[in-house]
Structures are given as structure tokens and as C-alpha cells.
């Protein structure tokens, strides 16, 4: 990561004519939405490239790159397969593939993704059990344990790695313990946490995990990007959901050529080449342990402001922070007005929460300037 911070580049985030509201700044100084979330300027550049053909040896040099790159942040040694999609195209990929219709799957939530990633499946017609936790506390592994007993005919679970809603991160390794131990599915939403937070896919036994371009990945939205492990494989080899574009096996084919069976998105390839290269240049250890510091920083400035943290110290997440406020319709709107962008609670959190989103370009000294002017609103 450069010394730059992302406040401090050279060109706005925002600019060119803005609309006439008078809520609109004249400039987005921070955008610290969790997702989509800063672009660093030689990504940016590389989305300007000339178009090349996807079916040459560039595209495949391409491809092979970003793949192999990828499965370095991932820790994994299973298929990575890139889809033009949002994350939830993605997750859907995920379900299509590995199921057919009726098949009884643990749906594990603890905010809006996970009930978003259970809605999904049942929209394809699994039978979804749904294990609910508080929205701000963590999945439990003993409740995971006992409805795993409850429950027969489980062939797989649905895990949010990173909730982003109450910015709560799960255990993974305590999940995985378990789904190996009945032979089941693990579907892991990583869509933000990979790439900012630890998720070692094959050593914790994730089967599918699921990212996307507009979150730690310093890209704009418009990619997914998964995993698929040989256990996943062969769950694939036996689904019988209907899916086309997000054929799993169709994918692995044209791969085996570093090409992919649609037209991809070039442009955005290129850009997550080259964040990708700067992910790389700095280290996995060290992005994780720059998100590490830069939450605990974080947490420790909120905390100083006299406010109090939806997610326990022993669960909150690398990437997201959610903070309560009460008003935090009108806090949000003052510091829009600043130039600060963050995002708010959802569902039954709307109006009382804050979430900050630290994931991808960003360091301690962009998440102290959210807390200096944070702070100047709440006196105000
Ligand atoms: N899951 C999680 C945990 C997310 O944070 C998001 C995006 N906020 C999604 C799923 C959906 O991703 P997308 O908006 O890219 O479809």
C-alpha cells in the first residue's frame, strides 16, 4: 500500500457536475461505505486500457494472473472461477451448482446477508432450515452443532464470513470443524471479508467462497469471483438445479484454456489485475494485519467519542463497523454534507446505526479524519 492515503489523491472521488440537491457535496472527500469502496488511481488507469480479444494469448495471460493471484488471497489450491456478476450473482452460482431441487440445507444468520443468502436458496427451491442468531452477536458453533442433530438429510451449510450489516464476523474454522465432521457443504459469503480478513479455504474446509470486486479488492463493482473445492465438485457433478451462465463445469473448461465461455469483463480484469498487484507488492500478512489495525483503530476512536459498538470486541469484523447513534438518519446527512460518505443500519437497524466500511485503500489516517469529523458533528 502506498504512503498516500486515499483522502489524499490527486483527483476527487467524486467529480464533474454534481446534481442540484443541496444534500449533494461538492466532493465525496471519503467514501467509507462498506462497498463499493475507493479505487486507487493506477486501478482506475487500467480500466481506461484498449480492448484486446478474449480469446488470445493477452486475455489468457490475463486471466492466468488474476486467477493465480487470487488463490493466493484465498489460501487455497481449489478452482477460481470469475463470473461479470455482483456478488449475489455469485452466491447464486454457488447455490445453482451444488444443489438440486428439495435438498435440505442449514441456513446460518446473523443479520441481512445471512437472511439473504437463506431467501436465495429457498428462492431455488431447497428446503432451508434457518438458524437465526441476535443481528450483532456471532453464529454460536454448539447451536450449529445441535441443529446439525436436530436436523437430518443436511447436505450442506450457508455461512456469511463477514456480516456486513452489524459488522460481526464468523467463525469459520469452528463451522468447518463441524461440516467436515458430518461430510456436508460449507458455502461461505465472503463477499466482504476475502481479501481483507483471514479465510483459509482449504485448511478450514470451505467448499465454496464467494467475493466480489467492489469490496476489499480496491475494484469497481462488477465482479465475482469463487471457489470451488473438489468436495464441491462432486456435489456439482450430482446437482440437477437449472443454470447456464453460472455453469460451474462449462467454466472449469474454458479455464483450462485461462478463458471463460462468455464474453468477460475485460475492463474490470484489467483493474483487478492491478489491484491485485498492489495487494501482492504489500503482502497477504500485511493487508490482513493493515485491516486488523486499522478496526482496532478505529474501534478504540469511536469508544473516545463516548459511543458505544453493535459487535463485541471478540467478533467484530476486519472490514466494516457498526456504531450506535441515535438520530443516525440526521448524523449521516450532516457528514455527507462534509464530504464524509458512510452508510447506515439496515432492516430493524435502520436509523440507529452508523456502519463505517475500512476495507480495501484505506488506512488509520483515513478512518481518524471519519473520526475527527464524526466528532465535530456529535458536538454540533
Ligand atoms: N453478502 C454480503 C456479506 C455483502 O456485504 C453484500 C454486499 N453488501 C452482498 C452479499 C451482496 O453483494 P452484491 O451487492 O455485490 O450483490
Not at 208 to 219: F, L, R
Not at 228 to 244: G, H, I, K
Request: hydrophobic fraction near 45%.
Amino acid at each position: 500500500m502506498t504512503a498516500q492515503t486515499s483522502a489524499q489523491q490527486s483527483a476527487p472521488l467524486v467529480g464533474g457536475p454534481q446534481p442540484a440537491s443541496h444534500n449533494s457535496p461538492a466532493v465525496v472527500d471519503q467514501l467509507r461505505l462498506p462497498g463499493p469502496t475507493p479505487v486507487p488511481d493506477m486501478v482506475r488507469a487500467a480500466g481506461a486500457r484498449q480492448m484486446i480479444s478474449h480469446r488470445g494469448a493477452e486475455f489468457h495471460d490475463l486471466l492466468r494472473d488474476v486467477t493465480q493471484r487470487l488463490q493466493g488471497f484465498y489460501q487455497t489450491a481449489n478452482t477460481v472461477l470469475v463470473f461479470a456478476a455482483s456478488g449475489t450473482g455469485g452466491l447464486e452460482a454457488a447455490i445453482a451448482n451444488c444443489f438440486s431441487p428439495g435438498d435440505r440445507v442449514l441456513a446460518l444468520s446473523c443479520g441481512h446477508f445471512g437472511d439473504r443468502f437463506a431467501d436465495l436458496a429457498a428462492a431455488y427451491g431447497l428446503d432451508v432450515v434457518r438458524l437465526r442468531f441476535e443481528w450483532g452477536q456471532a453464529v454460536d458453533p454448539n447451536a450449529v452443532r445441535q441443529a446439525l442433530t436436530d436436523h437430518v438429510n443436511v447436505r450442506g451449510v450457508l455461512l456469511t464470513h463477514n456480516e456486513t450489516s452489524t459488522g460481526v464476523q464468523n467463525p469459520v474454522p469452528a463451522i468447518g470443524a463441524l461440516t467436515r465432521e458430518h461430510d456436508l457443504l460449507l458455502l461461505v459469503d465472503s463477499v466482504s471479508g476475502l481479501g481483507a480478513a483471514d479465510l483459509r479455504c482449504d485448511e478450514w474446509g470451505v467448499d465454496v467462497a464467494v467475493t466480489a470486486s467492489q469490496k476489499a479488492w480496491m475494484t469497481p463493482p462488477g465482479l465475482t469471483m469463487l471457489s470451488v473445492s473438489p468436495r464441491a465438485w462432486a456435489a456439482y457433478a450430482e446437482a440437477r438445479l437449472p443454470r447456464y451462465y453460472f455453469d460451474f463445469g462449462a467454466a472449469r473448461k474454458y479455464l483450462d484454456n485461462w478463458e471463460t465461455p462468455a464474453t468477460p469483463a475485460v475492463s474490470l480484469l484489467f483493474q483487478l489485475q492491478a489491484a491485485l498487484q498492489l495487494m501482492d507488492e504489500e503482502g497477504r500478512v500485511a493487508v490482513f494485519a493493515r485491516h486488523t489495525a486499522v478496526r482496532d483503530h478505529l474501534r478504540a476512536g469511536v469508544r473516545a467519542l463516548g459511543l458505544d459498538l453493535l459487535a463485541d470486541d471478540t467478533v467484530a469484523s476486519r472490514t466494516v463497523t457498526a456504531v450506535k447513534v441515535p438520530d443516525a438518519r440526521r448524523v449521516l446527512a450532516e457528514l455527507r454534507a462534509q464530504g464524509v460518505e458512510l452508510a447506515g443500519g439496515l432492516g430493524p437497524l435502520e436509523g440507529h446505526l452508523l456502519r463505517i466500511g475500512h476495507m480495501g485503500w484505506v488506512t488509520q489516517d483515513d478512518t481518524a479524519q471519519v473520526l475527527e469529523q464524526l466528532g465535530a458533528v456529535l458536538a454540533k
